[in-house]
């Protein structure tokens, strides 16, 4: 049994080396959702999420931030959303949430995000 454990471990840091698109695990759905970003220093600033998934998202910001920096997203109609930056490539951001989101709130945003992006007439 232990070997087996060991192997597992031995699998997860070669994971860790891999590149994050040859890591996830989780569906992206790519997305333009504004919201907003406090970091841990409690500055705040408008960003626009990328893509998302249940376990994380891709945001632009215009807010240098460091890996492992903890950060909160704020979207409309959604409770805040704890992460942790994983990448950082100029503007560009990848967050990984501290608890996945569940399906259903992911969808409420995606179907959200779809109604406001419809003509008045067609929601």
Not at 107 to 121: D, G, H, K, S, V
Request: proline share 6%; charged share 25%.
């Amino acid at each position: 049994m232990r070997r087996h454990s060991m192997a597992g471990l031995q699998d997860k840091r070669q994971a860790a080396h891999q590149p994050a698109t040859e890591r996830r695990y989780a569906i992206r759905i790519n997305v333009q959702i504004d919201a907003e970003m406090v970091d841990q220093g409690r500055r705040r600033c408008s960003v626009t999420l990328t893509n998302l998934s249940i376990t994380g998202c891709r945001f632009e910001s215009d807010f240098l931030l460091r890996m492992n920096a903890p950060i909160t997203l704020q979207i409309e109609g959604v409770d805040p959303i704890m992460g942790e930056v994983v990448w950082v490539e100029g503007k560009v951001i990848g967050c990984h949430f501290a608890q996945p989101l569940s399906p259903t709130i992911c969808n409420r945003i995606i179907r959200t995000l779809r109604e406001r992006a419809l003509p008045p007439q067609n929601r």
